[in-house]
């Protein structure tokens, strides 16, 4: 079985997959404090409640948060006794044609991944998470850039940090787009600054490219904008973990799968 962990910098993203089948999906904060021994246990227990007897072959992970990623590494050899992959553009499968391909995210590599074995291309992965990211992957499948915007969480908390008098709010369709009170104020412009945010960028994507593309939601806050954005064609809450499980079918080896 192939165990694969998303480390982001708010939450932490964990799937055990029998060949192309997840089994069981987990969701942790992202502690930076917890030490490895403290991962390790806490994994242990989490892949008991497996629907199946649980054997690690492959441990792969993404990270974005160097300082979780350190002690989650050192635990894999003691509780699960495999030495774990760390996903890098050099084993990515996939052509990064970036100036800087190792400035990619792991997380960004693994959805383009996922993405080259899953769905029509050219696509775009709009992944909703600490930052808002944009991900082209072209018709032959290679990783030719993207859009780093801030999060819908980030900007709103900004905004209510930096006006004494605003707060937080939900994040959710409001009944009207005119608010009669502040809430209802913030609730609007929040939404449709992120709505518009979305079209607008894929709008200009798909006139650079000059072509129709196929757009997957993940992250999230996906399902929520896609309700909004008919440039979305589907919502897929495991695509980073599926882009790390194919990493760990092929066995991090660089050639296809």
Request: net charge positive; aromatic share 6%; with cysteine.
């Given at each position: 079985?192939?165990?694969?962990?998303?480390?982001?910098?708010?939450?932490?993203?964990?799937?055990?997959?029998?060949?192309e089948?997840?089994?069981?999906?987990?969701?942790?904060?992202?502690?930076?404090?917890?030490?490895?021994?403290?991962?390790?246990?806490?994994?242990?227990?989490?892949?008991?409640?497996?629907?199946?007897?649980?054997?690690?072959?492959?441990?792969?992970?993404?990270?974005?948060?160097?300082?979780?990623?350190?002690?989650?590494?050192?635990?894999?050899?003691?509780?699960?006794?495999?030495?774990?992959?760390?996903?890098?553009?050099?084993?990515?499968?996939?052509?990064?044609?970036?100036?800087?391909?190792?400035?990619?995210?792991?997380?960004?590599?693994?959805?383009?991944?996922?993405?080259?074995?899953?769905?029509?291309?050219?696509?775009?992965?709009?992944?909703?998470?600490?930052?808002?990211?944009?991900?082209?992957?072209?018709?032959?499948?290679?990783?030719?850039?993207?859009?780093?915007?801030?999060?819908?969480?980030?900007?709103?908390?900004?905004?209510?940090q930096?006006?004494?008098?605003?707060?937080?709010?939900?994040?959710?369709?409001?009944?009207?787009?005119?608010?009669?009170?502040?809430?209802?104020n913030?609730?609007?412009?929040?939404?449709?600054?992120?709505?518009?945010m979305?079209?607008?960028?894929?709008?200009?994507?798909?006139?650079e490219?000059?072509?129709?593309?196929?757009?997957?939601?993940?992250?999230?806050?996906?399902?929520?904008?896609?309700?909004?954005?008919?440039?979305?064609?589907?919502?897929?809450?495991?695509?980073?973990l599926?882009?790390?499980?194919?990493?760990?079918?092929?066995?991090?080896?660089?050639?296809?799968?």
């Open positions: 079985m192939n165990l694969v962990i998303d480390i982001g910098n708010t939450i932490i993203k964990t799937g055990l997959f029998k060949k089948k997840m089994l069981l999906r987990g969701t942790f904060s992202t502690h930076p404090d917890k030490e490895s021994d403290e991962w390790g246990i806490l994994l242990k227990n989490w892949l008991e409640i497996s629907p199946e007897k649980t054997c690690i072959d492959i441990v792969v992970i993404s990270s974005v948060a160097q300082s979780a990623l350190v002690p989650i590494r050192k635990a894999m050899p003691r509780y699960f006794r495999v030495s774990p992959l760390e996903l890098t553009h050099k084993i990515a499968g996939i052509p990064i044609l970036c100036d800087n391909p190792e400035e990619v995210g792991a997380d960004r590599i693994a959805n383009a991944v996922a993405v080259k074995s899953m769905y029509k291309m050219p696509a775009v992965v709009v992944d909703f998470g600490t930052a808002t990211t944009f991900d082209v992957i072209s018709e032959r499948g290679e990783y030719v850039g993207g859009v780093i915007a801030p999060g819908i969480r980030v900007a709103s908390e900004s905004l209510w930096r006006a004494e008098r605003l707060f937080p709010v939900e994040f959710k369709k409001p009944d009207r787009v005119i608010g009669k009170n502040t809430t209802a913030l609730i609007s412009g929040i939404f449709y600054t992120s709505v518009g979305v079209r607008e960028i894929l709008d200009r994507i798909e006139k490219i000059g072509q129709e593309i196929n757009v997957i939601a993940t992250g999230g806050w996906g399902r929520v904008i896609s309700l909004e954005c008919e440039k979305i064609k589907e919502v897929n809450p495991n695509l980073t599926q882009g790390l499980n194919f990493i760990a079918l092929r066995g991090g080896k660089h050639n296809g799968r």
